[in-house]
């Protein structure tokens, strides 16, 4: 890309509603640049709970609109990427004294006929004290209920929305940040600036505010556009301890506070645990998870499981903030999840149009709502489009585990199971792009652990923007949960003398 280059968009941020916009737009027609200014997903759409649903709890803040929306999506992304989204029954555990019986039935049934349901069961009630759902509970947990919703690996999500842009044409940045942009002669003139300190300036007809947690300071300061909206953080924070339980079942706990906690499968041999709601400052940067927050998600299990858990077993943690559109609820739980976009211009000026709030679920369709709303500069933009292609990878011509378990191992006979899996459940179809050209497992290179070759470390830095050691460990795989600190920091050296090398002029 040149000095003065020219776009139709240029949007800042490289999260899930970034990508997401970057995608629907290149495929509409529209030159597109996306600028991030550190890695994809490097924030919030890699620090979610992992899960594609449409939000059973919402429905007592009677955001049917938001629930309807998300579980139409949940049905999308199961058909457009059924190798990174994955059907998850879920448990909830009665507490007569939280919420009456017939108000849960009552919601499981609103939440079952919202939206058109093609792939997922019916919610039921269940016998806790005969079914192998309640095993690992107290026994005084006597009646519950499972519903069907979705898991997903977050930052995947954002990786195969960016390749699917740059395959219609986008331009993708990481490590460059918009320094500036001011309106000049009806065009966005924007200051980027890289990673090494260089520096470009680019126009654009319109610009895209996606940047999440800094969606207002990039209003304020980088636009110098002011605004009256206003953005809530709000922190969630999650923890990793080793599965707590048999099955490959999810469980969302009723708590004291009215909020719920979900326990999730993660990773074979984890359970994921979150999460919280906590009011942060604005300007906030690298949230961690607090020892209260994390003494918090232990109780909110232990009040449930038949043997508990304590901080000590916690193995990893993380958390991120969310930027929720500041509606004036004073109760971070309460604040919505739906979106707002804000659109600053006139006809006759270039328009900037802000992203505040959403969720992972609903991105397509935020995506699908931000270019409706700049037809107006663009009549020649083609339609919607996004609903019905799949997204890389996910072209499957079967079911992800036939995929998996019977047309790669009948294509690569020599793949150890363990790492098959692995592959297609990062990569889908794409897994084949990746071992293509190889015909035993010597020549997937040097193994890291945890099913991690070089031969895919050298994919990710090549098409996939991987740049360092966490790039890979925690975003395009999660290795990171399953490597000592030694074979990290093997992988830390192998990837910065990759970086080196195919940086180097």
């Known amino acids: ?143 519950g209920f499972v519903y069907a919703d979705c898991r997903v690996d977050d930052a995947r999500l954002v990786v195969a929305n960016a390749m699917a842009a740059r395959e219609l044409g986008a331009q993708i940045l990481t490590r460059t940040e918009c320094v500036f942009a001011k309106r000049v002669a009806n065009a966005w003139h924007a200051n980027l600036r890289s990673a090494d300190g260089n520096t470009r300036e680019v126009t654009a007809t319109a610009l895209v505010n996606a940047a999440g947690p800094w969606v207002k300071q990039v209003l304020n300061e980088r636009l110098h556009q002011p605004s009256l909206d206003n953005v809530r953080l709000v922190k969630g924070s999650h923890i990793v301890v080793p599965q707590l339980y048999a099955g490959n079942h999810a469980y969302i706990l009723q708590n004291d506070d009215r909020r719920v906690v979900f326990m999730i499968p993660y990773e074979q041999r984890y359970t994921l645990i979150g999460t919280t709601d906590i009011a942060m400052p604005e300007n906030s940067s690298s949230p961690t998870a607090s020892d209260e927050e994390i003494a918090y998600l232990c109780r909110a299990a232990n009040r449930y499981l038949a043997q508990g858990i304590a901080p000590e077993h916690v193995v990893w943690s993380y958390a991120g903030v969310r930027p929720l559109y500041d509606d004036g609820t004073a109760d971070p739980s309460a604040i919505t999840r739906d979106y707002t976009l804000r659109l600053d211009a006139d006809a006759d000026i270039a328009p900037v149009l802000s992203v505040f709030g959403g969720k992972i679920t609903t991105y397509r369709r935020l995506a699908e709502h931000a270019l409706e709303k700049l037809r107006g500069w663009f009549p020649a933009m083609r339609d919607a489009w996004t609903a019905g292609t799949a997204l890389p990878g996910g072209n499957l011509t079967a079911s992800f585990e036939k995929f998996t378990e019977v047309e790669l191992a009948d294509r690569y006979p020599w793949l150890a199971a363990e790492v098959r899996r692995a592959l297609a459940s990062r990569h889908g179809a794409y897994a084949g792009v990746i071992l293509d050209g190889s015909h035993s497992m010597n020549e997937l290179g040097m193994c890291f652990g945890a099913e991690l070759y070089a031969r895919e470390v050298d994919y990710l830095i090549e098409q996939e923007w991987a740049r360092t050691a966490e790039d890979i460990l925690y975003r395009r795989t999660k290795a990171g949960l399953h490597l000592n600190k030694a074979q990290c920091g093997v992988l830390e050296s192998y990837v910065a003398t990759r970086i080196e090398k195919t940086e180097r002029p």
Not at 20 to 33: C, H, K, P
Not at 38 to 47: G, K, N, Q, V
Not at 49 to 66: A, D, N
């Open 1 to 143: 890309m040149g000095e003065n280059a020219q776009f139709d968009l240029l949007i800042i941020g490289g999260g899930i509603n970034g990508a997401g916009i970057a995608r629907d737009a290149a495929g509409r027609g529209l030159s597109v640049l996306l600028v991030e200014k550190d890695d994809l997903a490097a924030a919030t759409s890699s620090a979610s709970s992992k899960l594609i649903h449409g939000g059973l709890r919402y429905l007592e803040q009677y955001e049917f609109r938001l629930v309807a929306e998300a579980l139409s999506e949940r049905e999308v992304l199961l058909n457009i990427a059924p190798h990174l989204v994955h059907p998850l029954n879920f448990v909830m555990p009665h507490v007569p004294e939280l919420r009456p019986r017939w108000m849960i039935r009552a919601g499981l049934y609103l939440y079952d006929h919202l939206a058109r349901r093609t792939r997922l069961p019916s919610s039921r009630g269940i016998d806790l004290r005969t079914s192998a759902y309640g095993s690992n509970l107290k026994p005084s947990f006597l009646k």
